[in-house]
């Protein structure tokens, strides 16, 4: 099991809108550069195909993150001044470097 891959795929959901919908798009190869063991790999991708929010935030609390912070720290969290960067092409800085989740802890699928 890695601990630290499951964090940087949380983290990454946390901090980028766009990484639920490629995740719902082809999870496996999208999870596939965090080392997860199967079951973390499962669990992600069940609850991303099922939308279901509350066990997403149930997983990173488990790992000691603080799912309402409006950005999570630590390693492989992506900067502020990134997620400005990383706007869907054509887009360049108009989109928008809010977390994934809402001041409520609510994924906000894109």
Not at 72 to 79: C, E, F, H, I
Request: hydrophobic share 35%.
């Amino acid at each position: 099991m890695s601990e630290r891959g499951f964090i940087l795929a949380l983290q990454r959901f946390h901090d980028d809108p766009g990484f639920f919908d490629r995740v719902k798009d082809d999870p496996q190869s999208t999870l596939g550069i965090y080392d997860l063991d199967e079951d973390q790999c499962d669990a992600l991708i069940d609850a991303v195909v099922h939308n279901d929010n509350e066990e997403i935030v149930k997983m990173a609390s488990a790992v000691g993150m603080d799912w309402r912070a409006s950005h999570v720290s630590g390693v492989g969290a992506l900067p502020d001044e990134e997620t400005v960067k990383r706007g869907p092409s054509g887009q360049g800085n108009a989109y928008n470097p809010a977390p994934a989740s809402d001041s409520s802890g609510e994924l906000r699928p894109t």
